[in-house]
C-alpha cells in the first residue's frame, strides 16, 4: 500500500452503534488529520494530531474521539452519533506543520462515507 | 476568522478550452497560502498548485495557473486545453502561516469538461 489508505471506505451505523474509522499513512509523516466533508459545506477540519501529540481540535462534538497510537496511525472512534454526522470523513497526512516555517503539503486519503441512521 | 468563497457552484467547459475557476478569501494575515485542490469522483483530493502569499509572481503548473491578487484577496484558477480528465470538484483553500497545518476551504466548484 501506498500513500493515506482508510478502511473502511463506507459505514452504514445505527445511532446507537459505536464503530471506529482507520486512517494508516505510508509516507513517513508525522502529522495525521481528521475533516469532514458534508454536502453543501466546506470541508471542516476536526482534529490534528503532530507528533502523535492532539495540537488542534475544532470545537467537535465528544461523541467523535481521535485517537492517534503512532505516526502512521489515526482513528476516528466514533458513539451515539446523529444523522447530520452522515458525510465523508478524510484523512490526511503531513510532515510536522510547525508554526511559521513553510508549508508541507497533506496528502488525503479517499475518505470513508459515513452513513448514520 | 479567515473565510473562503467560491462563487460558482458548478461550471462547464468544452475540451481543449480554457475555464476560470474563481475564489475570494478574507484575512487580516499578511503571510499566508492558498490552494486549489482537486476531487475527481470518487477518488483522492489532490494538490493542484500552491501560492505563497509573499510571492507576487503567479504560480503555474503545466496547464494549471493561478491569477493572485492580494490585494483584492482574489485567487482565481485557470485551467489551459481542458482534459476529460480534468472533470472534477475543485475547491479553494487558505492556510494561515502561523497555523498548525489548518486548512480553510471553500466549498468547491464542480467542474465538468464536455468532450
Known amino acids: 500500500e501506498t500513500g493515506v489508505t482508510q478502511t473502511p471506505r463506507h459505514l452504514v451505523m445505527g445511532m446507537t452503534n459505536k464503530k471506529s474509522l482507520k486512517c494508516e499513512q505510508h509516507?513517513?509523516?508525522?502529522?495525521m488529520y481528521w475533516y469532514k466533508q458534508s454536502a453543501k459545506k466546506p470541508l471542516e477540519l476536526m482534529f490534528v494530531?503532530?507528533?502523535?501529540?492532539?495540537?488542534e481540535n475544532n470545537s467537535v462534538p465528544s461523541r467523535f474521539s481521535p485517537e492517534c497510537p503512532n505516526s502512521s496511525h489515526l482513528f476516528l472512534h466514533l458513539h451515539t452519533l446523529q444523522p447530520e454526522d452522515s458525510a465523508l470523513y478524510l484523512c490526511?497526512?503531513?510532515?510536522?506543520?510547525?508554526?511559521?516555517?513553510?508549508?508541507?503539503?497533506?496528502?488525503f486519503g479517499p475518505g470513508t462515507r459515513l452513513t448514520v441512521l | 476568522a479567515q473565510t473562503v468563497t467560491q462563487s460558482q457552484p458548478e461550471m462547464s467547459v468544452q475540451e481543449a478550452e480554457t475555464v476560470t475557476l474563481s475564489c475570494t478569501y478574507d484575512?487580516?494575515?499578511?503571510?499566508?497560502?492558498l490552494f486549489w485542490y482537486k476531487q475527481p469522483p470518487s477518488r483522492q483530493m489532490i494538490l493542484v498548485i500552491r501560492?505563497?502569499?509573499?510571492?507576487?509572481q503567479n504560480a503555474t503548473e503545466n496547464r494549471f495557473s493561478v491569477n493572485f491578487q492580494k490585494a483584492a484577496k482574489s485567487f482565481s484558477l485557470k485551467i489551459s486545453d481542458s482534459q476529460l480528465g480534468d472533470t472534477a470538484m475543485y475547491f479553494c483553500?487558505?492556510?494561515?502561516?502561523?497555523?498548525?497545518?489548518?486548512?480553510?476551504f471553500g466549498k468547491g466548484t464542480k467542474l465538468s469538461v464536455k468532450p
Open positions: 494530531y503532530s507528533l502523535e501529540e492532539r495540537v
Open positions: 501560492q505563497e502569499a509573499y510571492k507576487q
Open positions: 483553500a487558505f492556510m494561515g502561516v502561523g497555523s498548525q497545518g489548518n486548512l480553510i
Open positions: 490526511a497526512s503531513s510532515q510536522d506543520q510547525l508554526a511559521g516555517v513553510g508549508y508541507n503539503e497533506q496528502f
Open positions: 509516507l513517513g509523516h508525522n502529522a
Open positions: 484575512t487580516s494575515e499578511n503571510n499566508y497560502y
